[in-house]
């Protein structure tokens, strides 16, 4: 087959990213598509981004796919088993966030530590007191981080300079790092009860599913701060609101949620979007249009997720914690790189 023959569809992709591809790959058939929905029935190759979900249905109106190069570190939203059972090649990027990621985890930390969401609003209200939005030092506050993988150890280097007290937990845990960092490993359950301030670096699977819920969430400190650049599903929002409202939770910094979707259209939006699919797929002679359980539970988790961005304790950005220059271009050339290397049969 020639290359020209090969075709390679990447979808949701910036202006500069599209020449790099369109440069990189010019003696293949490439194209670019807004939406996962918009990617030919026979394309061999695809490029996607964390909020493009590939399962089954995907992967049966796509007979000619082999590959799907991630352009993410995480891989949750693929079912590898539909994939592996289609023998469909999957790649993804490693290695270039634990330094961007980690200082955007601190650009969160210090926005809560220092209250500036609820000060700038109060301000803007006109009704800002010294007195009433006092915040806290970082220094010499125990810092508890889930997962002491490449992003983690960043976020403890950093956490070094600010001169607070670092635990860490995760499930392999290198002692070798603690000497080098001056850490402590310790249990989850040590880490929640004594950590002023708990970040998550850690996957997302089903041991880690809702690892922040009301039963840990309860067992915290008393207003500990949270912060979540990993991936949304690792919190309960029901569980975070209420902890926000009592108390229980100080503030929480969050670059995920559990419904993603709400960082570009909001739960109305998205509510009438689900909506509408349900009524063309129900045809005109349907009188009622009952969405699925599935759905509905979708559905309530974009009203959660929507409820958790307005409160004034909660500082938020849309899944933006990745995004530094540096970063998109080792992501754009480690991608170009995964998908020349399967052509070559040298993945």
């Keep these: 087959m020639s290359m020209e023959s090969r075709k390679i569809c990447f979808v949701a992709t910036e202006p500069e990213e599209e020449e790099f591809f369109s440069e990189k790959f010019e003696k293949f058939d490439v194209s670019f598509q807004p939406a996962l929905r918009d990617v030919p029935e026979d394309v061999e190759v695809i490029s996607i981004f964390i909020n493009d979900r590939i399962d089954e249905r995907f992967l049966d109106g796509h007979p000619a796919l082999r590959m799907i190069a991630t352009r993410s570190m995480g891989f949750d939203h693929l079912d590898l088993e539909a994939c592996a059972k289609r023998r469909v090649a999957i790649t993804h990027v490693s290695g270039y966030g634990e330094n961007t990621v980690a200082e955007h985890t601190f650009a969160l930390m210090l926005a809560l530590s220092r209250r500036l969401r609820e000060s700038t609003e109060a301000a803007l209200a006109g009704k800002f007191t010294h007195e009433k939005f006092r915040g806290m030092d970082l220094r010499g506050s125990t810092l508890g981080v889930v997962g002491a993988g490449r992003v983690g150890l960043h976020v403890i280097r950093i956490a070094a300079a600010f001169g607070m007290k670092v635990i860490a937990y995760d499930s392999h845990p290198n002692p070798l790092h603690t000497e080098l960092l001056d850490f402590k490993y310790t ?119 929507n409820a958790l961005l307005r409160r004034p304790q909660v500082v938020f950005t849309p899944h933006n914690a990745y995004n530094s220059t540096e970063s998109r271009e080792f992501i754009s050339k480690t991608t170009s790189e995964n998908i020349l290397n399967h052509f070559a049969q040298n993945p």
């Design 187 to 305: 249990s989850f359950e040590h880490l929640i009860r004594e950590s002023h301030v708990i970040t998550l670096h850690i996957p997302l699977n089903q041991e880690t599913h809702h690892i922040l819920n009301r039963e840990t969430l309860s067992r915290c400190r008393a207003g500990v701060l949270i912060v979540n650049t990993a991936r949304g599903r690792l919190i309960d929002s029901e569980a975070l609101i209420e902890a926000l409202d009592s108390g229980q939770v100080g503030g929480a910094g969050l670059d995920v949620i559990e419904e993603e979707g709400v960082f570009h259209g909001g739960a109305t939006a998205l509510l009438g979007a689900q909506i509408a699919d349900r009524v063309r797929g129900a045809g005109m002679d349907n009188d009622r249009i009952a969405l699925p359980a599935g759905r509905m539970k979708e559905i309530s988790r974009y009203i959660a997720s």
